[in-house]
């Protein structure tokens, strides 16, 4: 590995090049000892390298630990194609495994946030598969038919997927509550444009 850069305003520029093996993570302490003592700020664009073995991670190590001597931000970008993939595998941001890990609250909140929404998920789904029996028994459609006629209504009508569905099922029950006019409407675009294909 050959390791170019720059310095600029106190800014360093990196840009290893080739394969991150062992021995690499050497390569880098040296090219780092050589900044000059002002430096405020590493970069390392990380888009030269092709090739990554568990070496990248001392690599990576020795990037942080500078930082942190040093009390200078350092990121590592760029990552490309069987770099990036040993980072996803490792479980690190692809973006910058150098970024600071989330505070476990807010990373506790997002995943919160996730649950709700599969919970709002499978709480819809039965209705919607409902109104898609609804569709497919009555205008003779497939399922994938009545999935995107659903989504274009509600698209249209600017009401959630939901509410289509169970105004559809609605319409179709015993006592035949229809539609509100303005997805019903949707409805009837959705079901023409289908028909004109």
Not at 8 to 19: C, Q
Not at 115 to 130: C, G, M, N, T, Y
Not at 144 to 170: C, F, G, M, P, Y
Request: charge should be neutral.
């Amino acid at each position: 590995m050959v390791i170019g850069g720059r310095t600029d305003a106190g800014r360093a520029l990196l840009t290893p090049r080739g394969e991150l093996v062992r021995g690499c993570a050497q390569v880098l302490a040296a090219k780092l000892a050589e900044l000059p003592t002002d430096t405020a700020r590493v970069d390392v664009d990380m888009s030269g390298v092709y090739f990554m073995d568990t070496g990248g991670l001392e690599f990576l190590e020795v990037l942080r630990d500078h930082g942190r001597r040093r009390s200078v931000p350092v990121t590592a970008t760029r990552w490309n194609g069987q770099p990036r993939r040993v980072l996803e595998l490792a479980g690190l941001d692809t973006t910058d495994p150098l970024r600071p890990a989330q505070e476990p609250e807010a990373r506790l909140l997002l995943l919160q946030e996730e649950v709700e929404q599969l919970r709002r998920a499978i709480a819809s789904r039965p209705v919607i598969d409902q109104a898609r029996g609804i569709l497919m028994a009555t205008y003779g459609c497939t399922s994938d038919e009545a999935w995107h006629i659903l989504r274009e209504a509600s698209q249209l009508s600017n009401t959630k997927l939901r509410s289509v569905a169970e105004s559809l099922t609605a319409s179709a029950a015993a006592e035949a509550t229809p539609p509100p006019e303005d997805v019903r409407a949707a409805l009837s675009r959705a079901l023409a444009r289908r028909s004109l294909r």
